[in-house]
């Protein structure tokens, strides 16, 4: 038997006792041949191609899940950015797209479809426009529908007239699903760099490069890195922990990668990408925050905190690069708040504020991600978030969101409450010091130089 | 299709693990390539490469069959596609 007894039994304990998991299997579809001015065609060509593309995709990602022993989290599909389609349309209201969207979702028994989506970052188009004018209602109609638009990139800057646009969106989408700890705002995301073959929530799109149906895995595992972290002497150096978490996630983009594989030869479709990702999920022991306090920190977002944070997400890029040829998507370590057990308690206890997150948010992928703030913070400040969180992506040229829920009637203490996969999180103080000025100068930042860096 | 896959078993020391486990193997013309199996305190440890004939017994089945032998005997069986080991642990 050429695989030891000991590799055996080291695969059963990551997957039994260590949360190793696959985070997601997406399948991205271009909806190009949709295109319709006639919105109730367009609806239902976009329903009819959804469904019958993507109808084995879930028994198939079972079917691989039972045979390889590996459980796969979440079956997701990403779709063309709708604004390209809104583009089309002869009317205003996008909805119908959306609705379409989500009662495909629940035919086909994914999870989450992504990509009601634009990119606002020079410029806004009509199709953007409209798109951005729907989200509210979009979001707050549908279950599984997730919206993600960009604002800034590198090579643009940063559209501050988008900025504040979302901002006012991300608020309505709080008015809009009020009843319901403002979940709107958990499925949508405003990104700087957006990437355009994520099979991450919300900011999931199939981008305009991709082939017409392809398969992008998002590999996880905090829980297997945290184990391998705490096994370690507390002794052990930091270049001993780099090279600990380096094989580990070498392990865990395989499994990654033959997944990938394995999903694209029986759908018939592309193999995209792997997703070199640390994703929490709300069970306990899959987390990052833990992995951070495994290494020393006394409790996650106290000092300490960017350092170990730059070191795991390094040392996973660096052993999954190994494990796999077709890196993309965001690859780097998640930090969502409500979907991580250890992040919840660190934002309790006072240890991680939203200030901290911002620094963590220049060492890893992807932003500000799933934190709930009090209902009452101005649309002003949302903006001067997104806009600080843009600027981080912008200057140092890697991709950053925000995903910050304004829950509507709660304040710092409060609790919002998901279930599922989006979890729950304590309601975060905000500083109360953006003014209103500088969110409703807009325009354009420049893009910014790229040489003379510091 | 033939597909190579590891069985662990894992549980109690009992009388007939081995006995049935094969005995579930041989009926879904499943062939055992190679056996280890080695007691650590009370705790019995098994693991087999197998060849599952999907032609004759699909990979599912075989691994229904499995559980419900290991709920009889009270152990956790596990089939899983070898790959996995292959592509996780060698370069």
């Known amino acids: 038997m050429h695989i030891t007894p000991e590799e055996i039994v080291e695969t059963l304990t990551m997957v039994t006792q260590q949360n190793l998991d696959i985070r997601t299997v997406t399948l991205g579809l271009s909806l190009a041949s949709c295109a319709d001015s006639d919105m109730e065609v367009m609806a239902r060509r976009v329903y009819d191609h959804v469904t019958s593309s993507a109808e084995r995709l879930v028994p198939v990602a079972e079917q691989i899940e039972r045979e390889f022993g590996i459980p796969i989290c979440n079956k997701r599909i990403s779709v063309t950015p709708v604004a390209q389609l809104a583009a089309v349309s002869s009317t205003d209201d996008i909805t119908p797209i959306a609705l379409a969207l989500d009662r495909a979702a629940h035919e086909v028994g994914i999870d989450f479809l992504g990509g009601f989506s634009a990119m606002a970052h020079k410029g806004m188009g009509t199709g953007s426009t409209r798109l951005i004018a729907s989200i509210p209602e979009a979001l707050s109609i549908t279950e599984r529908v997730c919206a993600s638009v960009n604002v800034a990139t590198t090579r643009a800057g940063i559209n501050m007239d988008a900025v504040m646009t979302m901002a006012e969106t991300v608020k309505a989408c709080a008015a809009l699903t009020a009843d319901r700890d403002s979940i709107g705002c958990a499925k949508l995301v405003v990104f700087a760099n957006m990437v355009e073959d994520n099979p991450f929530m919300a900011g999931a799109v199939h981008g305009y490069g991709e082939p017409s149906a392809v398969i992008n895995v998002g590999i996880s595992g905090p829980g297997v890195v945290r184990a391998i972290v705490d096994a370690l002497p507390k002794d052990a150096d930091m270049t001993a922990i780099a090279e600990a978490i380096k094989a580990t996630s070498f392990k865990i983009t395989r499994a990654g990668e033959l997944v990938a594989r394995e999903a694209a030869k029986r759908l018939g479709v592309a193999m995209g990408i792997v997703d070199l990702s640390l994703a929490p999920t709300p069970a306990e022991g899959d987390s990052v925050a833990e992995i951070i306090e495994a290494m020393g920190v006394g409790r996650c977002g106290g000092p300490g905190t960017t350092a170990a944070l730059a070191l795991l997400n390094d040392a996973v890029k660096k052993g999954g690069a190994m494990g796999t040829s077709s890196i993309g998507g965001l690859s780097g370590a998640f930090i969502p708040v409500s979907e991580d057990q250890g992040m919840i308690r660190a934002a309790e206890s006072g240890a991680l504020t939203i200030e901290k997150l911002e620094a963590m948010t220049a060492v890893c992928s992807v932003g500000l991600d799933m934190i709930a703030i009090p209902g009452d913070t101005t649309a002003e400040t949302i903006a001067g978030v997104i806009a600080d969180e843009c600027a981080i992506g912008v200057i140092n040229n890697k991709t950053t969101a925000v995903r910050l829920i304004p829950a509507v009637g709660k304040s710092v203490g409060d609790r919002v409450k998901f279930g599922g996969l989006l979890g729950e999180a304590p309601v975060m103080a905000v500083n109360q010091w953006a003014g209103t000025v500088f969110a409703r100068r807009g325009g354009r930042f420049p893009a910014p130089l790229q040489s003379l860096r510091n | ?91």
């Open chain 2, 1 to 91: 299709m033939r597909t190579l896959a590891i069985l662990s078993v894992l549980g109690e020391d009992r009388v007939g693990i081995v006995a049935n486990v094969s005995r579930v193997l041989a009926e879904c013309s499943t062939n055992i390539e190679d056996i280890r199996q080695t007691i650590i305190g009370s705790t019995f440890s098994m693991t087999m490469l197998v060849t599952v004939d999907e032609d004759a017994t699909a990979f599912d089945e075989v691994q229904r069959r499995l559980e419900e032998v290991g709920t009889e005997l009270g152990m956790q069986i596990t089939l899983q596609r070898e790959d996995v080991f292959r592509f996780m642990h060698r370069i």
